[in-house]
Protein backbone atom coordinates (compact mmCIF):
# COMPACT_ATOMS: atom_id res chain seq x y z
CA UNK A 1 0.00 0.00 0.00
CA UNK A 2 1.25 3.22 -1.01
CA UNK A 3 0.84 5.96 1.21
CA UNK A 4 1.75 10.17 1.00
CA UNK A 5 2.67 12.54 3.56
CA UNK A 6 2.41 16.70 4.24
CA UNK A 7 4.35 18.36 5.68
CA UNK A 8 2.09 21.51 6.04
CA UNK A 9 3.65 24.97 6.17
CA UNK A 10 2.28 28.26 6.24
CA UNK A 11 4.75 29.01 3.05
CA UNK A 12 5.88 25.08 1.52
CA UNK A 13 3.88 21.75 1.86
CA UNK A 14 6.53 18.73 1.97
CA UNK A 15 5.86 15.69 0.23
CA UNK A 16 7.12 11.88 1.00
CA UNK A 17 5.87 8.91 -0.21
CA UNK A 18 6.20 5.36 0.44
CA UNK A 19 7.35 2.67 -1.26
CA UNK A 20 4.79 -0.11 -2.80
CA UNK A 21 4.85 -2.03 0.27
CA UNK A 22 3.87 0.86 3.07
CA UNK A 23 7.20 0.01 4.58
CA UNK A 24 9.93 3.03 3.54
CA UNK A 25 9.45 6.56 3.69
CA UNK A 26 11.12 8.79 1.03
CA UNK A 27 11.23 12.87 0.41
CA UNK A 28 9.24 13.35 -2.78
CA UNK A 29 8.64 17.33 -3.02
CA UNK A 30 8.21 20.73 -1.93
CA UNK A 31 4.82 22.38 -3.28
CA UNK A 32 5.00 26.31 -2.68
CA UNK A 33 2.09 27.65 -1.43
CA UNK A 34 -0.09 29.91 -3.65
CA UNK A 35 -2.64 32.86 -2.55
CA UNK A 36 -5.19 30.29 -3.46
CA UNK A 37 -5.69 27.00 -0.87
CA UNK A 38 -7.84 25.40 -3.57
CA UNK A 39 -5.25 25.68 -5.93
CA UNK A 40 -2.87 23.96 -3.12
CA UNK A 41 -5.55 21.12 -2.78
CA UNK A 42 -5.96 20.62 -5.83
CA UNK A 43 -1.94 19.96 -6.82
CA UNK A 44 -2.06 17.65 -3.77
CA UNK A 45 -5.15 15.35 -5.13
CA UNK A 46 -3.23 15.66 -8.75
CA UNK A 47 -0.18 14.01 -6.49
CA UNK A 48 -2.28 11.25 -4.61
CA UNK A 49 -3.42 10.28 -7.99
CA UNK A 50 -0.18 10.13 -10.19
CA UNK A 51 1.67 8.34 -6.87
CA UNK A 52 -1.43 5.77 -6.47
CA UNK A 53 -1.51 6.82 -2.80
CA UNK A 54 -4.45 4.65 -0.91
CA UNK A 55 -3.88 6.99 2.32
CA UNK A 56 -2.27 10.54 3.21
CA UNK A 57 -1.00 11.26 6.13
CA UNK A 58 -1.00 14.76 7.48
CA UNK A 59 1.59 15.72 10.14
CA UNK A 60 -0.12 17.16 13.43
CA UNK A 61 1.82 20.30 15.14
CA UNK A 62 1.08 19.31 18.59
CA UNK A 63 1.95 21.92 21.44
CA UNK A 64 4.93 19.99 23.33
CA UNK A 65 2.88 19.19 26.35
CA UNK A 66 0.58 16.92 23.81
CA UNK A 67 -2.23 19.66 23.81
CA UNK A 68 -3.70 21.18 20.24
CA UNK A 69 -3.02 24.39 19.75
CA UNK A 70 -3.80 27.07 16.94
CA UNK A 71 -1.28 25.44 14.92
CA UNK A 72 -2.77 22.29 15.29
CA UNK A 73 -6.29 23.27 15.14
CA UNK A 74 -5.43 25.00 11.95
CA UNK A 75 -4.24 21.79 10.44
CA UNK A 76 -7.53 19.89 11.47
CA UNK A 77 -9.02 21.95 9.79
CA UNK A 78 -7.13 21.92 6.29
CA UNK A 79 -6.85 18.50 6.97
CA UNK A 80 -10.43 18.18 6.61
CA UNK A 81 -10.54 20.82 3.35
CA UNK A 82 -7.65 18.72 1.67
CA UNK A 83 -10.34 15.46 2.48
CA UNK A 84 -12.61 16.61 0.31
CA UNK A 85 -11.00 16.45 -2.49
CA UNK A 86 -8.05 13.68 -2.26
CA UNK A 87 -10.51 10.71 -2.42
CA UNK A 88 -8.37 8.55 0.37
CA UNK A 89 -8.02 8.16 4.06
CA UNK A 90 -6.43 11.19 5.76
CA UNK A 91 -4.61 10.38 9.34
CA UNK A 92 -2.81 12.91 11.07
CA UNK A 93 0.33 12.15 13.21
CA UNK A 94 2.02 14.12 15.69
CA UNK A 95 4.78 15.88 14.24
CA UNK A 96 6.72 17.21 17.35
CA UNK A 97 9.99 17.42 16.97
CA UNK A 98 9.79 16.35 12.99
CA UNK A 99 11.67 19.30 11.48
CA UNK A 100 14.55 19.42 13.84
CA UNK A 101 15.01 15.70 13.01
CA UNK A 102 14.82 16.65 9.50
CA UNK A 103 17.51 19.46 10.24
CA UNK A 104 19.67 17.09 12.10
CA UNK A 105 19.42 14.58 9.32
CA UNK A 106 20.71 17.32 6.40
CA UNK A 107 23.02 18.32 8.78
CA UNK A 108 24.57 15.12 9.02
CA UNK A 109 24.57 14.71 5.44
CA UNK A 110 27.12 17.87 5.27
CA UNK A 111 24.34 20.28 3.43
CA UNK A 112 25.11 24.14 3.72
CA UNK A 113 22.12 25.87 5.42
CA UNK A 114 20.81 27.29 1.90
CA UNK A 115 20.45 23.79 0.91
CA UNK A 116 19.00 22.56 3.65
CA UNK A 117 16.16 25.22 3.59
CA UNK A 118 15.51 23.59 -0.02
CA UNK A 119 15.29 20.08 1.76
CA UNK A 120 13.69 20.17 5.21
CA UNK A 121 10.09 20.02 4.31
CA UNK A 122 10.09 16.95 2.23
CA UNK A 123 12.64 15.55 4.50
CA UNK A 124 10.29 16.58 7.76
CA UNK A 125 7.39 14.85 5.38
CA UNK A 126 9.45 11.95 4.99
CA UNK A 127 10.23 11.73 9.00
CA UNK A 128 6.30 11.92 9.87
CA UNK A 129 5.93 9.25 6.86
CA UNK A 130 8.07 6.79 8.35
CA UNK A 131 6.99 7.39 12.23
CA UNK A 132 3.39 6.56 10.97
CA UNK A 133 4.40 3.39 8.74
CA UNK A 134 6.54 2.37 11.79
CA UNK A 135 3.78 2.52 14.20
CA UNK A 136 0.81 0.92 12.48
CA UNK A 137 -0.02 -2.47 13.45
CA UNK A 138 1.52 -5.37 11.61
CA UNK A 139 -0.73 -8.13 10.16
Do not use: C, N, Y
Not at 49 to 75: F, H, Q
Amino acid sequence: MRVMALDLGSKRIGVAVSDLTGTIASPHSVIDRSSSPRHDHDTIRRLVLEEEAEALVIGLPLSLDGSTGPAAKAVIDEAKRIGTVVGVPIHLQDERLTTVAADRLLREADLSATQRRRFVDKVAAAVILQTWLDARPTT
